[in-house]
């Protein structure tokens, strides 16, 4: 759940070493965060990233609504999730750790 004084999204496979990575980079920046868990449903999750469609009908459980105006991704789940929600929100700006290869 957002609140009002998070200034980014940190979208991660739920790993803790994604997570440090994403949280390291949002302090950094001096970012207030709130970090989401990305899994995607079966067979989406056992494909490489650039096969899986960025639908929302791929991930285990909705995305969040309403996202702010940064998202900090790390690991290839995530970067589905962040390419959608670049999508579906185009002035939101992404940041993404790792090569996700989408």
């Given at each position: 759940m957002m609140h009002n004084e998070e200034q980014a999204w940190l979208l991660t496979g739920g790993l803790h070493g994604m997570f440090s990575?994403?949280?390291?980079?949002?302090?950094?920046?001096?970012?207030?965060?709130?970090?989401h868990a990305v899994r995607l449903?079966?067979?989406?999750s056992y494909l490489p990233s650039q096969l899986v469609p960025t639908k929302p009908f791929?991930?285990?459980s909705?995305?969040?609504?309403?996202?702010?105006?940064?998202v900090i991704?790390?690991?290839?789940?995530?970067?589905?999730?962040s390419k959608f929600i670049k999508i579906k929100y185009p002035e939101v700006f992404n940041i993404h750790i790792q090569n996700p290869i989408i």
């Open positions: 990575q994403a949280a390291g980079l949002a302090n950094a920046l001096g970012l207030t965060f709130a970090h449903k079966k067979p989406w791929v991930f285990g909705k995305l969040p609504e309403n996202p702010p105006k940064v991704s790390c690991g290839r789940h995530a970067a589905i999730a």
